[in-house]
């Protein structure tokens, strides 16, 4: 981590709120840019980018950084990203499951269609000869 990067950590981690903002309002532009590339959805980008930044802030003295801030938060943008792709992918399938499901609704029509079917063939089987005739020959 270079000498400035490394201060700016030091002092979030420390609740440095200026710190924070300061780092958050220039690189937050790039992150949601990175975030946007992966999900298509720019809300779900600005969420997981909002999420990375209070995790840091609320667990910075926990969270060992390696390299740099900005690589670990590009880091954490993208699997948070890669994570919400395989998130809606899942909840894609269970509705597509879904509608594979029968509509008891259209079952009830169905019901309701043949009931309906049964008694006008009925009602047709109890006309007059010629008038059953003529009936069915003017609709089937």
Not at 5 to 27: C, L, M, N, P
Not at 29 to 40: N, P, R
Not at 46 to 65: A, S, T, Y
Not at 92 to 109: A, C, N
């Amino acid at each position: 981590m270079n000498l400035t990067e490394e201060t700016i950590w030091r002092s979030i981690k420390q609740k440095d709120v200026k710190a924070f903002e300061g780092y958050y309002k220039v690189h937050y532009k790039s992150f949601f840019l990175m975030a946007c590339k992966y999900l298509k959805d720019s809300a779900q980008a600005e969420e997981i980018v909002n999420d990375v930044f209070m995790k840091i802030w609320q667990d910075g003295n926990k969270i060992i950084i390696e390299t740099s801030l900005k690589a670990y938060i590009y880091k954490a943008v993208i699997n948070k990203s890669l994570n919400a792709l395989q998130k809606n992918k899942r909840e894609s399938l269970y509705h597509t499951d879904l509608s594979l499901i029968p509509d008891e609704s259209y079952e009830l029509r169905q019901m309701e269609e043949n009931e309906l079917k049964i008694k006008l063939y009925t009602a047709i089987e109890q006309l007059p000869v010629h008038c059953k005739k003529v009936f069915e020959m003017s609709r089937f």
